[in-house]
């Protein structure tokens, strides 16, 4: 169980890190804490530290590409519905419905409309 810990420890580093450097990358380095774009969402979206997640599953392991979302757009409580998937099944901390982060989610779960 050691040796699982410290892989599943090191994955989520890995992510973090890849997540952060390529919202810095796509960003352009200090924009990165400008306003959300469907962009970040989907980085975020596929990223298993969302929300300090406790374990190794990303939005994108229930959804791969968005898979079951196309008609997300329509719910009206859709940043609660995010919330509930990011406290549930990733056992992390629900996101500030104002964030740049759930904003960002929003936008990329909304561009996966049918």
């Given at each position: 169980t050691h040796f699982r810990g410290s892989y599943l420890m090191k994955n989520r580093f890995l992510s973090a890190f890849f997540v952060l450097s390529s919202?810095?990358?796509?960003?352009?380095?200090?924009?990165?804490?400008?306003?959300?774009?469907?962009?970040?969402?989907r980085l975020l979206f596929n990223s298993?530290?969302?929300?300090?997640?406790?374990t190794a599953?990303?939005?994108?392991?229930?959804?791969?590409?968005?898979?079951?979302?196309?008609k997300a757009w329509k719910n009206p409580n859709l940043e609660g519905q995010v919330n509930?998937?990011?406290?549930?099944?990733l056992k992390g901390s629900k996101l500030d419905v104002n964030s740049v982060e759930m904003q960002s989610l929003v936008l990329y779960i909304r561009s996966l409309k049918q």
């Open positions: 919202v810095l990358c796509f960003a352009g380095g200090a924009s990165a804490a400008e306003g959300p774009s469907p962009e970040k969402g298993f530290s969302l929300g300090g997640a406790a599953t990303s939005c994108a392991s229930c959804h791969p590409s968005g898979a079951g979302l196309e509930n998937c990011i406290a549930g099944p």
